[in-house]
């Protein structure tokens, strides 16, 4: 019994740097991705394309592939990337690729009536993005934005193998070790599911928020 | 430049046979996991559709803690988990159900989404034509429902597709886990994981303009 507290315990600190890369790759591919959207639909041609070509490469891929390519892939060309830093830089462009799909969505899910409207009240472009394509686009694009930060999460599980300390890593050193696979991976999964049970609530209640305020 | 193409070529064609190989393996563990998922999914989407509270209670619980927990936990458990418990699993059966868990879980609510998308009045028309309960959701709802279910579950199965790879912790011999050794053995990571890379996209547009030509000819015999 005493080993599995033990290993909950590690699990739990590992918990830290699951949150930690969630939560830097989150808002790094957020704003990344808004970026990219506003390229991909209103940027030249050439930069289409390529943005069309990234995010279709990263959605067409197993993520740990792009991972092992980040990490020992790049080494073919003397470059070592530190592990911490291999994963956060793997989860930032695997996430903006995700991104991108989610607010190129979001902005053409807004009619064409909206957009007239604000050209025919004056509105400059600008304005009419912050007024009010942006805030209805934002509504519809909360729950995809929750299952985001969703499926961010679930990737870091895959940084354990390229020896991040997360909780899969404590989690596969306390079986290693007091040979009790069933209860602590079945500890690891209630620790997931309390943590993505809690981004999905929170994510709910901003829905909520949102539909009221609209 | 070409010196160097080259050499990659005969790389990759030295290594083509042992990744093709794995890639029977990958559609083994893809196909395996996404008939669970099928099946496992149309009962939970059967409970949900239920009169029955307890049944609808089941799914709904089900499907929201799986949906939590991450594809590789479900794996560790079922490789290493069940185990403990005398059920030894193979590494490709400990896939086949850590997929198979998972997807049914996403599935169920295609599924769920599709037949109640079918609008109430088509119900009522195969109750007025005398249909039975079961002729009525097999001859009239069921093939409308299939045109709103395919396109997301195609999506689903690019996902298992990826998600197989994840054996690569466990070591079964799949794709990934054959370019992951011979980028070990070549020291020339890069190009082995672009080859695997290369055969995953091709298997998936495959996959994808199979499925993108049945669903048209659903949609051209429905007229």
Same mark, same amino acid.
């Not at chain 2, 059966?93 to 198979?100: P, R, Y």
């Given at each position: ?10 699990? @739990? ?16 591919? /957020? ?29 067409? @891929? ?49 009619? &064409? ?46 940084? %354990? ?13 306390? #079986?290693?070790? =007091? ?22 609530? #929170?994510?709910?209640? /901003? ?8 | ?7 990659? @070529? ?39 559709? =239920? ?11 089900? $499907? ?44 169920? &609510? ?7 998308? $079918? ?21 009239? +709802? ?18 298992? +597709?990826?998600? =197989?790879?994840? #054996? ?11 370019? %992951? ?12 994981? $672009? ?9 998936? @547009? ?18």
């Amino acid at each position: 019994m005493s080993a599995i507290t033990l290993y909950t315990g590690a699990m @739990l600190q590992g918990a830290v740097i699951t949150l930690e890369l969630t939560a830097g790759a989150t808002v790094v591919s /957020l704003i990344a991705g808004a970026a990219g959207a506003v390229g991909r639909l209103y940027g030249p041609r050439t930069l289409k394309a390529f943005i069309f070509g990234y995010v279709e490469t990263i959605r067409g @891929l197993p993520a740990i592939l792009q991972l092992f390519i980040l990490y020992f892939g790049l080494t073919q060309f003397g470059i070592d990337v530190p592990a911490y830093w291999a994963a956060f830089i793997w989860l930032c462009l695997y996430g903006t690729g995700y991104a991108i799909e989610i607010f190129r969505a979001g902005l053409q899910g807004i009619p &064409e009536g909206q957009h007239e409207a604000t050209a025919a009240l004056g509105l400059t472009r600008f304005e009419a993005m912050r007024r009010v394509i942006i805030p209805q686009a934002w509504v519809a694009m909360l729950p995809a934005l929750t299952n985001f930060v969703v499926l961010e999460l679930k990737n870091t599980t895959l940084v %354990y193998f390229i020896g991040v300390q997360d909780i899969m890593f404590h989690a596969r050193l306390g #079986v290693s070790n =007091s040979g009790q696979p069933l209860a602590i991976y079945g500890i690891a999964a209630l620790i997931y599911i309390v943590l993505n049970g809690t981004i999905s609530r #929170v994510g709910g209640i /901003l829905e909520k928020r949102a539909a009221i305020a609209s | 430049m070409t010196v160097q193409l080259a050499s990659i @070529l005969g790389l990759w064609g030295s290594y083509l046979p042992s990744f093709m190989r794995g890639l029977v393996i990958t559609m083994e563990i893809t196909g395996l996991g996404l008939a669970v998922a099928v099946v496992l999914g149309a009962i939970l989407a059967g409970f949900k559709l =239920s009169k029955f509270k307890a049944l609808r209670v089941i799914a709904t619980v089900y $499907v929201d803690i799986i949906r939590s927990i991450p594809v590789l936990v479900l794996l560790f458990l079922a490789y290493y988990g069940l185990g403990q418990l005398g059920l030894t699993l193979s590494g490709i059966a400990s896939a086949t159900a850590a997929l198979g868990a998972f997807y049914a879980a996403l599935l169920c &609510e295609i599924f769920r989404g599709g037949v109640q998308g $079918v609008e109430r009045g088509q119900r009522e028309a195969a109750d007025a034509l005398g249909l039975g309960r079961v002729s009525g959701f097999v001859r009239v +709802i069921l093939p409308q429902a299939v045109l709103r279910i395919l396109p997301p579950s195609t999506n689903q199965l690019s996902n298992i +597709i990826k998600d =197989s790879s994840l #054996v690569v912790t466990i070591g079964v011999a799949d794709l990934m886990a054959r370019s %992951y050794e011979a980028s070990a053995t070549t020291f020339e990571p890069m190009d082995m994981f $672009v080859l695997a890379g290369l055969i995953y996209m091709a298997l998936y @547009l495959v996959i994808a303009r199979a499925i993108g030509r049945w669903e048209l000819n659903v949609q051209r015999r429905r007229g």
